[in-house]
């Protein structure tokens, strides 16, 4: 069984920065697809960024060049470096895993994050 942690969440002014985290129990983290989604309330989850198990990234068009997505396979880990947050940031963030051997997503139980202007 796989459970995702994140941490990291909180309030923070426009143009601050937030640094989420996300750590996954189980075997084979290395091998599996990671992504932070995210939903803010009255609308759906989004994307917001994804990592394969070979390190390509992709990124949803308003966080491009101010989130980056990273992963540390020794640690079972993965990250959302979020700077110049907006206030059309906030929203619940939550963090996936597609496992590659499962066949099937894994989520978090979210962490608020609140961007004041």
């Known amino acids: 069984q796989v459970q995702l942690v994140e941490s990291g969440g909180g309030l923070v002014q426009a143009g601050g920065s937030l640094r989420l985290s996300c750590a996954a129990s189980g075997r084979l983290f290395s091998i599996n697809d990671l992504g932070w989604y995210r939903q803010a309330p009255g609308k759906q989850r989004e994307l917001v960024a994804r990592i394969t198990n070979s390190g390509r990234t992709n990124y949803a068009d308003s966080v491009v060049g101010r989130f980056t997505i990273s992963r540390d396979n020794a640690k079972n880990t993965v990250y959302l470096q979020m700077n110049n947050l907006k206030p059309d940031d906030t929203a619940v963030y939550y963090c996936?895993?597609?496992?590659?051997?499962?066949?099937?997503?894994?989520w978090g139980q979210g962490t608020q994050v609140t961007v004041s202007s």
């Open positions: 996936n895993m597609y496992h590659r051997i499962f066949k099937r997503d894994y």
